[in-house]
T-cell receptor, first 120, second 113 residues
Framework: GAGVSQSPRYKVTKRGQDVALRCDPISGHVSLYWYRQALGQGPEFLTY????????KSGLPNDRFSAERPEGSISTLTIQRTEQRDSAMYRC??????????????????FGEGSWLTVV | AQSVAQPEDQVNVAEGNPLTVKCTYSVSGNPYLFWYVQYPNRGLQFLLK??????LVKGSYGFEAEFNKSQTSFHLKKPSALVSDSALYFC???????????FGKGTTLSVSS
């Protein structure tokens, strides 16, 4: 699509429930990122993919968080057994090129509008 | 360790006056620096980036940023502020491995008419 699309935009869930957040990156973009942003803070890196391969998941806070991108396009971030501290904005972003194709680290990363998660 | 800092939580400026939003960084190796803007209920929008070359980088909406290696800074500037520039601004550092961006905590810019 023209931009990074995320759904749902707003999600309220009860503590203990599982939540899945979806990201549809810009068409043809190789790299896909997940960030989490708490109120009053900057986005915090969670994980990223090149194509379907998860390259770095060092930012996932614990094993309740997982992400996949099975066909190298749409990605899902899943939070199991949600807790109130999981409440935040979850942002997805994509980038055109991946490693090994040139000065990729200078490529712009484009963000979606985010998914607001509230755990009650 | 690589990090980026935005020392001001809020910057207030009158319309028509020049504005500066500060950013400093710490990185081993060459920095890749970005500015993003967040309007209410909108996604993060890319403004400009420094990869290499001229220290003065020009971006969207009349913004520019000056890379200063000796002071490890990348301040965002605009010669004449508009009320519509009021938003939350984030400075970000590209990690050396070229994977993800490290963001500052953000600076709220308020431009009064």
């Amino acid at each position: 699509g023209a931009g990074v699309s995320q759904s749902p935009r707003y999600k309220v869930t009860k503590r203990g429930q599982d939540v899945a957040l979806r990201c549809d990156p810009i068409s043809g973009h190789v790299s896909l990122y997940w960030y989490r942003q708490a109120l009053g803070q900057g986005p915090e890196f969670l994980t990223y993919f090149n194509y379907e391969a998860q390259q770095d998941k060092s930012g996932l806070p614990n094993d309740r968080f997982s992400a996949e991108r099975p066909e190298g396009s749409i990605s899902t971030l899943t939070i199991q057994r949600t807790e109130q501290r999981d409440s935040a904005m979850y942002r997805c972003a994509s980038r055109r090129r991946g490693p090994g194709t040139g000065v990729y680290f200078g490529d712009t990363i484009y963000f979606g509008e985010g998914s607001w998660l509230t755990v009650v | 360790a690589q990090s980026v800092a935005q020392p001001e939580d809020q910057v207030n400026v009158a319309e028509g006056n020049p504005l500066t939003v500060k950013c400093t960084y710490s990185v081993s190796g060459n920095p890749y620096l970005f500015w993003y803007v967040q309007y209410p209920n909108r996604g993060l929008q890319f403004l400009l980036k420094y990869i290499t070359g001229d220290n003065l980088v020009k971006g969207s909406y009349g913004f520019e940023a000056e890379f200063n290696k000796s002071q490890t800074s990348f301040h965002l500037k605009k010669p004449s502020a508009l009320v519509s520039d009021s938003a939350l601004y984030f400075c970000a550092l590209g990690r050396q491995a070229g994977t993800a961006l490290i963001f500052g905590k953000g600076t709220t810019l308020s431009v009064s008419s």
